[in-house]
Nanobody, 114 residues
Framework: QVQLVESGGGLVQAGGSLRLSCTAS????????MSWYRQAPGKSRERVAD???????YYLDAVKGRFTISRDNAKNTMYLQMDSLKFEDTAVYFC????????WGQGTQVTVSS
């Protein structure tokens, strides 16, 4: 059974940093592309960052230069380092893993106070 568990969310002032983690069980993260998504109240879910099997990364324009996606295969965990946080980064952040189907974590709340 595949499970993804996010952690690291919380309340931070604008300009601050947080690091989100997504730990997988039941599947090997090194063999699958993974992503971070976010959903703000009243808005649709948007893709924030991707990391491919080969380590190629993609970022939403709004977070380029501020967010960094990475993966530790030994820990079977993906990360999202978020720096210079802005109020508009406030959302529930979800990790996703693309295998034969898409798997999702339960989400972690990130709240940035202005």
């Amino acid at each position: 059974q595949v499970q993804l568990v996010e952690s690291g969310g919380g309340l931070v002032q604008a300009g601050g940093s947080l690091r989100l983690s997504c730990t997988a069980s039941g599947i090997d993260v090194s063999g699958n592309a993974m992503s971070w998504y976010r959903q703000a109240p009243g808005k649709s879910r948007e893709r924030v960052a991707d990391i491919t099997v080969g380590g190629t990364t993609y970022y939403l324009d709004a977070v380029k230069g501020r967010f960094t996606i990475s993966r530790d295969n030994a820990k079977n965990t993906m990360y999202l380092q978020m720096d210079s946080l802005k109020f508009e980064d406030t959302a529930v952040y979800f990790c996703g893993l693309r295998s034969r189907r898409m798997y999702w974590g339960q989400g972690t709340q990130v709240t940035v106070s202005s």
